[in-house]
């Protein structure tokens, strides 16, 4: 499968430069896009991710690894896990992005945990091109998932 990488920054919703990876398939025809963004080094993720993504590269969807503001080569301070800056941040993002002529306009976002997450608050912001998200591994409840029926779900830590 052939595709291509990007790296650039788009602006936040306030302007605060996003550092983003978007893996282009090689195709003439216009592609939806996927976005996957959280708390680690996107090339990372690329890599941690690698079989999978370029599944989605094979079926002709682009995809778009972005780090929040405050994390890795974005600019800006986190504000938090739940913070709603970047959920417009994402709405932001997303609009933009699938208003590229290469785009046919529909996005998605996929991902767990942390990932999981920032969809929850970006569905929110209710993106005008968002047409699907698949949060996985991340209930809204924080003490739920860490302490279902009350006993940790946590590893023990050796002091």
Not at 11 to 18: E, N, S
Not at 94 to 121: L, P, V
Not at 130 to 159: E, K
Request: charged residues 25%.
């Amino acid at each position: 499968m052939e595709y291509r990488r990007i790296s650039k920054y788009y602006p936040g919703c306030d302007g605060t430069k996003l550092a983003v990876d978007l893996y282009l398939p090689e195709t003439q025809e216009k592609v939806p896009v996927l976005f996957n963004v959280g708390y680690e080094d996107r090339r990372r993720s690329f890599e941690g991710q690698k079989k999978a993504l370029e599944r989605f590269l094979e079926a002709h969807y682009a995809v778009c690894l972005v780090e929040p503001r405050g994390h890795g080569a974005s600019y800006g301070v986190s504000e938090g896990f739940f913070s709603r800056k970047d959920a417009r941040d994402m709405k932001t993002l997303i609009d933009a992005i699938a208003a590229e002529d290469w785009c046919n306009g529909r996005a998605g976002m996929f991902g767990g945990s942390n990932k999981g997450h920032i969809q929850h608050i970006t569905l929110a912001e209710q993106p005008e091109r968002l047409f699907a998200a698949v949060p996985g591994d991340c209930h809204v409840d924080m003490y739920y998932q860490n302490f279902p029926n009350g006993a940790s779900a946590l590893p023990r830590l050796p002091p």
